[in-house]
C-alpha cells in the first residue's frame, strides 16, 4: 500500500511562488508515475504536472505551461511541484497521486494511490 503526504501549500500574493512535495511510502517509488491534480470549489478535478518512473517525461495542464515544473526524487521518495507566477485562478487543492506503471497519465481514474491534498490560495 502506497501513503502520500503532501506539504508545502499555503497563502501566496499573485506573482508569487510556491513549492509543493509529496513523500511517499510502501511500495516501490521508483516505479511509478505520478502526478500532480487540483481541484476547485464547484469545479472538477484537473491535470496539473505529470512525470515518469524516471523523471525523464513531464507532462503539464494548459493552464500551467511554462509556469509550474514537476520534478521527482527517487532516492528521497519525494515529487515536487515548482509553482511561479501563481495567478489567483491557481487557488485550489492541490493533490498528488501515484500509479504502478513507469509512464505517466494525464487522466486522474489512471492513479489508484491519492494524497489528502494541501491547500494553495493565491491572493489577488
Known amino acids: 500500500q502506497v501513503h502520500l503526504v503532501e506539504s508545502g501549500g499555503g497563502l501566496v500574493q499573485a506573482g508569487g511562488s510556491l513549492r509543493l512535495s509529496c513523500a511517499a511510502s510502501?511500495?516501490?517509488?521508483?516505479?511509478?508515475?505520478m502526478g500532480w491534480f487540483r481541484q476547485a470549489p464547484g469545479k472538477e478535478r484537473e491535470v496539473v504536472a505529470i512525470i515518469d518512473w524516471s523523471g525523464a517525461s513531464t507532462g503539464y495542464g494548459d493552464s500551467v505551461k511554462g509556469r509550474f515544473t514537476i520534478s521527482r526524487d527517487n532516492a528521497k521518495h519525494t515529487v515536487y511541484l515548482q509553482m511561479s507566477s501563481l495567478e489567483p485562478d491557481d487557488t485550489a487543492t492541490y493533490y498528488c497521486?501515484?500509479?504502478?506503471?513507469?509512464?505517466?497519465?494525464?487522466?486522474?481514474?489512471?492513479?489508484?494511490?491519492w494524497g489528502q491534498g494541501t491547500q494553495v490560495t493565491v491572493s489577488s
Open positions: 510502501g511500495g516501490f517509488f521508483g516505479t511509478y508515475a
Open positions: 497521486a501515484g500509479r504502478q506503471y513507469i509512464t505517466s497519465d494525464f487522466r486522474a481514474s489512471e492513479y489508484a494511490y
